[in-house]
């Protein structure tokens, strides 16, 4: 019976189902056993494995995990020191869906600093979560059976500061959910992926309450609203702290708008070539040298097709938001093998 698929409850995002089974990418990079680059990580020695401070101030390290799941049903009260109340959670969880073996598919990194908490999986190192420190509530250590159980509560209430994001509730579907809006040309493929990515990146700064404010200038712009104005609206949402943001917006700008957009933006400030750092200090190229020859790719479409696309993209945003909105606590659950 633990062979038979189950179906999902809303609670549980599985990140087998939703992360690593639709990646054709994944699946044939786990067939070649492709190489996997060596981890940014220290030598920790028992008994009690400490990392120097200074290194988790000043630099991030990083461990092979596997990532269970995230369970997003979690009440307040949960007591993470609690063995027995954290094991009928798991119990609770394997019943919706949590997977009771772990598989080379389940490969993960996990980067520590002091500032957050970054997993990715091992292979294309895409994003999984992404947690702030201040925004962990709990952590708890188990051993059941095999496994070394790594359980972190998280809250997904009004964060405070400017770099509060959505419950972890909204990490899993946002790929899955955007990427059903991709069609068309290679071209236009690509330009929708950057408006996935684009929601990422505002994920991790933004509040729920302000990437709700940003689908309804978004969809308002598109409905007419004069560019002067969405940019002034922009710049407001973000603040001087996050205006950098506004550069991966090029993907929504259409061609007859980008002139005033671009010179918007060397009026505050920034200019072409800009980066973005994530907590690591790590660089990413922003979209902006891509980004051009996606949004032409848009005007060429016929003006039905373009609006359809546009739409679902928006519709999928919106969906998404009002799923985070209602979130109680959540638990991120990993599994660490100390070897």
Same mark, same amino acid.
Not at 313 to 322: F, N, P, Q, S
């Given at each position: 019976?633990?062979? !038979? %698929?189950? %179906? !999902?409850?809303?609670?549980?995002?599985?990140?087998?189902?939703?992360?690593?089974?639709?990646?054709?990418?994944?699946?044939?990079?786990?067939?070649?056993?492709?190489?996997?680059?060596?981890?940014?990580?220290? $030598?920790?020695?028992? %008994?009690?494995?400490?990392?120097?401070?200074?290194?988790?101030?000043?630099?991030?390290?990083?461990?092979?995990?596997?990532?269970?799941?995230?369970?997003?049903?979690?009440?307040?009260?949960?007591?993470?020191?609690?063995?027995?109340?954290?094991?009928?959670?798991?119990?609770?969880?394997?019943?919706?869906?949590? $997977?009771?073996?772990?598989? $080379?598919?389940?490969?993960?990194?996990?980067?520590?600093?002091?500032?957050?908490?970054?997993?990715?999986?091992?292979?294309?190192?895409?994003?999984?979560?992404?947690? %702030?420190?201040?925004?962990?509530?709990?952590?708890?250590?188990?051993?059941?059976?095999?496994?070394?159980?790594?359980?972190?509560?998280?809250?997904?209430?009004?964060?405070?500061?400017?770099?509060?994001?959505?419950?972890?509730?909204?990490?899993?579907?946002?790929?899955?959910?955007?990427?059903?809006?991709?069609?068309?040309?290679? !071209?236009?493929?690509?330009?929708?992926?950057?408006? !996935?990515?684009?929601?990422?990146?505002?994920?991790?700064?933004?509040?729920?309450?302000?990437?709700?404010?940003?689908?309804?200038?978004?969809?308002?712009?598109?409905?007419?609203? $004069?560019?002067?104005?969405?940019?002034?609206?922009?710049?407001?949402?973000?603040?001087?702290?996050?205006?950098?943001?506004?550069?991966?917006?090029?993907?929504?700008?259409?061609?007859?708008?980008?002139?005033?957009?671009?010179?918007?933006?060397?009026?505050?400030?920034?200019?072409?070539?800009?980066?973005?750092?994530?907590?690591?200090?790590?660089?990413?190229?922003?979209?902006?040298?891509?980004?051009?020859?996606?949004?032409?790719?848009?005007?060429?479409?016929?003006?039905?097709?373009?609006?359809?696309?546009?739409?679902?993209?928006?519709?999928?945003?919106?969906?998404?938001?009002?799923?985070?909105?209602?979130?109680?606590?959540?638990?991120?659950?990993?599994?660490?093998?100390?070897?």
């Amino acid at each position: 019976k633990q062979n !038979q %698929p189950q %179906p !999902q409850e809303r609670g549980f995002v599985s990140p087998i189902k939703r992360l690593v089974f639709p990646k054709a990418a994944r699946r044939a990079a786990l067939r070649s056993s492709v190489y996997r680059r060596p981890l940014h990580s220290v $030598p920790l020695y028992p %008994p009690d494995y400490l990392i120097d401070p200074q290194i988790l101030l000043h630099d991030y390290v990083e461990k092979e995990v596997k990532f269970l799941g995230h369970l997003t049903w979690v009440t307040s009260s949960l007591n993470p020191s609690s063995r027995d109340e954290v094991l009928q959670l798991l119990d609770t969880a394997r019943v919706r869906g949590l $997977p009771l073996q772990t598989t $080379p598919e389940q490969d993960s990194i996990l980067s520590l600093s002091a500032r957050c908490l970054l997993l990715t999986w091992r292979d294309n190192e895409e994003l999984i979560l992404r947690i %702030p420190t201040h925004e962990i509530a709990a952590a708890s250590y188990l051993r059941d059976d095999a496994l070394h159980l790594l359980i972190l509560k998280t809250g997904a209430g009004v964060r405070p500061g400017a770099t509060s994001r959505a419950p972890r509730g909204c990490q899993g579907p946002e790929h899955g959910g955007l990427a059903t809006a991709c069609s068309g040309s290679d !071209q236009s493929g690509a330009g929708l992926e950057q408006l !996935q990515d684009y929601m990422v990146t505002l994920r991790n700064k933004l509040s729920p309450q302000e990437i709700q404010q940003f689908a309804i200038l978004l969809r308002e712009y598109r409905l007419g609203t $004069p560019v002067q104005e969405y940019c002034t609206e922009l710049l407001r949402l973000y603040g001087d702290r996050r205006k950098f943001l506004l550069l991966g917006m090029r993907p929504f700008i259409p061609d007859q708008d980008i002139g005033y957009f671009e010179t918007f933006l060397e009026s505050i400030g920034i200019r072409e070539g800009g980066i973005l750092t994530d907590s690591f200090g790590r660089i990413k190229r922003s979209m902006s040298n891509t980004s051009a020859s996606a949004v032409r790719s848009y005007d060429s479409w016929s003006l039905r097709s373009e609006n359809e696309s546009f739409n679902r993209i928006i519709t999928d945003i919106t969906h998404d938001i009002e799923a985070c909105g209602c979130r109680g606590d959540t638990c991120a659950v990993i599994s660490a093998d100390f070897n």
